[in-house]
T-cell receptor, first 116, second 118 residues
Framework: EPEVTQTPSHQVTQMGQEVILRCVPI?????FYWYRQILGQKVEFLVS????????KSEIFDDQFSVERPDGSNFTLKIRSTKLEDSAMYFC??????????????FGNGTRLTVT | AQSVSQHNHHVILSEAASLELGCNYS??????LFWYVQYPGQHLQLLLK????DPLVKGIKGFEAEFIKSKFSFNLRKPSVQWSDTAEYFC????????????????WGLGTSLAVNP
């Protein structure tokens, strides 16, 4: 069964550094997402991406965040200047269609980001 | 604002016990409802989903959930749990409201950690 893959599984970085989290969505999927889960808190929506542009973003997704699909397979989340509060598990997801009803999200294993 | 509440944060059961995990949401309109599971060290996986029709939904691994619209609930059940059901369980809601964005994001509960003792 095809899977969403994320790398690295764990990233440790110093405050103020830039990080790039990488995701390879399922190949025939058209919609891509980033969610995050701060330890002990709910999974939170960050951003959705379709047709090479952001289709929706949450208030968490400020100017420090950006997403990109640099080629036909990768989908990246960049945090320009990390803060301590960015420490979280970041999940990438993809879906074949836009609505979650007929095409649920498929998630990667997540990247645990630790900002020190 | 839309929200999802899962009442049980930690549940410990013995094998063969019955399971019911509560999930309530706040949204007055049409919703699509999901239960996801995350086994230790693995990714989030869809257990089951409801979008219309029979409010009793059957998912993988013997799980089922019942949508009760009047109670804004979507509780997850399994008649007899196994040790392999030890995992984190998340309820999520997709509110079918107005606006282009509402169809594409899920609102999540805090999750319930289930430990099944052999």
């Amino acid at each position: 069964e095809p899977e969403v893959t994320q790398t690295p599984s764990h990233q440790v970085t110093q405050m103020g550094q830039e990080v790039i989290l990488r995701c390879v969505p399922i190949s025939n999927h058209l919609y891509f997402y980033w969610y995050r889960q701060i330890l002990g808190q709910k999974v939170e929506f960050l951003v959705s991406f379709y047709n090479n542009e952001i289709s929706e973003k949450s208030e968490i997704f400020d100017d420090q965040f950006s997403v990109e699909r640099p080629d036909g397979s990768n989908f990246t989340l960049k945090i320009r200047s990390t803060k301590l509060e960015d420490s979280a598990m970041y999940f990438c997801a993809s879906s074949e269609m836009g609505t979650t009803v007929r095409s649920p999200l498929h998630f990667g294993n997540g990247t645990r980001l630790t900002v020190t | 604002a839309q929200s999802v509440s899962q009442h049980n944060h930690h549940v410990i059961l013995s094998e063969a016990a019955s399971l019911e995990l509560g999930c309530n949401y706040s949204y007055g309109g049409t919703v699509n409802l999901f239960w996801y599971v995350q086994y230790p060290g693995q990714h989030l996986q869809l257990l089951l989903k409801y979008f219309s029709g029979d409010p009793l939904v059957k998912g993988i691994k013997g799980f089922e959930a019942e949508f009760i619209k009047s109670k804004f609930s979507f509780n997850l059940r399994k008649p007899s749990v196994q040790w392999s059901d030890t995992a984190e369980y998340f309820c999520a809601v997709n509110a079918m409201g107005t606006g282009a964005g509402n169809n594409r994001k899920l609102i999540w509960g805090l999750g319930t950690s289930l430990a099944v003792n052999p």
